[in-house]
């Protein structure tokens, strides 16, 4: 495909660390049999299994991309925002602390989490923890989440395309 550069195949040894890492950071399993690759779509390091783009690479990180997180159901790393924090997200905006209904607790500063709203369940944005989770849930001031994919960017209209 045009949009995409430098796409290939993953060698075994990459594959491997990549999957490995998969599991560690996500507890998430890919079938070994699944054909994996890397490419770059506009300056963004993507990861194309089965032919879905379902990771991207930011700073050395690996994060889902939204259609994703439904394929993959991640149970860590979750926050939840009422439902008036909606409009601002999905519009690319940074998750803010009032927003924030509930956190996983094991959430780190600069750990990758992905955020849904209290009302579906839905995922809105996928970013970088800028705080904990228990201070993300009793926070009433600044910024909680960086917003680095949200619903309706480059990136998710991409990944609804078929590849």
Request: aromatic share 8%; net charge positive.
């Amino acid at each position: 495909m045009s949009q995409f550069k430098n796409r290939h195949l993953l060698k075994k040894k990459e594959l491997r660390k990549f999957l490995d890492n998969l599991k560690l950071q996500f507890n998430v399993d890919i079938d070994k049999k699944s054909k994996v690759e890397k490419a770059d779509f506009e300056g963004i390091e993507i990861i194309i299994i089965d032919d879905k783009v379902d990771f991207f690479v930011k700073e050395g990180k690996t994060f889902f991309t939204l259609p994703a997180i439904e394929k993959y159901k991640p149970q860590s790393n979750k926050v939840v925002v009422d439902m008036g924090a909606v409009k601002f997200i999905s519009n690319g905006a940074d998750v803010m602390a009032p927003g924030i209904v509930k956190a996983d607790k094991g959430i780190k500063a600069g750990d990758v989490v992905w955020v849904c709203d209290e009302k579906h369940g839905k995922p809105l944005v996928v970013g970088e923890a800028l705080m904990d989770g228990e201070t993300m849930e009793n926070s009433s001031i600044g910024k909680a989440v960086k917003t680095l994919h949200y619903v309706g960017d480059k990136l998710w209209r991409i990944c609804a395309k078929s590849l």
